[in-house]
């Protein structure tokens, strides 16, 4: 008889899939338009801050037709944008004031202990970014995505 050759043009994943190394928190999700000619198109943007609880950290911002798209680009975008902040046994090295447009943030050391005294969007961020006792304060403007990419400056700005 004849011997069945297996398909070539299907591709097959038997790779088990794996768990992300990293956590991710959805900061802000928006209905989006965009007016046409024909009337108005509707997009989603969403902003993730991804981090691994021990150091790394980063944020992506990106629009789709669908949630899903839109959390799936912008969790790729945020890979891309992995940075390693400093610590000292887990607070912020020392205080820094990082101004993004209208938002500013300032983030101080805090003692053992204390743990994250932070609000919305800079809490996320430095909760992924591994720190476990830091003050923070938003000043400001209150637009979440503002605030993660204020706070994300921050952190690169550190010596």
């Known amino acids: 008889m004849f011997k069945k050759e297996p398909n070539k043009n299907k591709k097959r994943n038997n790779k088990p899939k794996q768990e992300s190394e990293f956590d991710q928190r959805l900061v802000d999700l928006a209905r989006v338009t965009r007016v046409t000619r024909g009337g108005k198109r509707l997009n989603f943007r969403a902003c993730i801050v991804i981090g691994d609880n021990k150091g790394k950290v980063g944020y992506g911002v990106a629009k789709g037709s669908d949630v899903t798209i839109a959390i799936n680009k912008a969790v790729k975008q945020a890979k891309k944008r992995l940075i390693i902040p400093p610590k000292n046994d887990g607070t912020v090295p020392h205080q ?3 101004k993004f447009k209208a938002a500013l943030v300032s983030i101080r050391p805090a003692k053992k202990g204390r743990g994250i005294i932070a609000g919305g969007a800079v809490r996320t961020v430095l909760e992924l970014a591994g720190y476990k ?23 690169k700005n550190f010596r």
Do not use: F
């Open 133 to 155: 006792d830091v003050v923070a304060k938003m000043i400001g403007s209150r637009n979440k995505i503002n605030n993660v990419k204020a706070v994300y400056a921050a952190l």
């Open 96 to 98: 820094i004031k990082q």
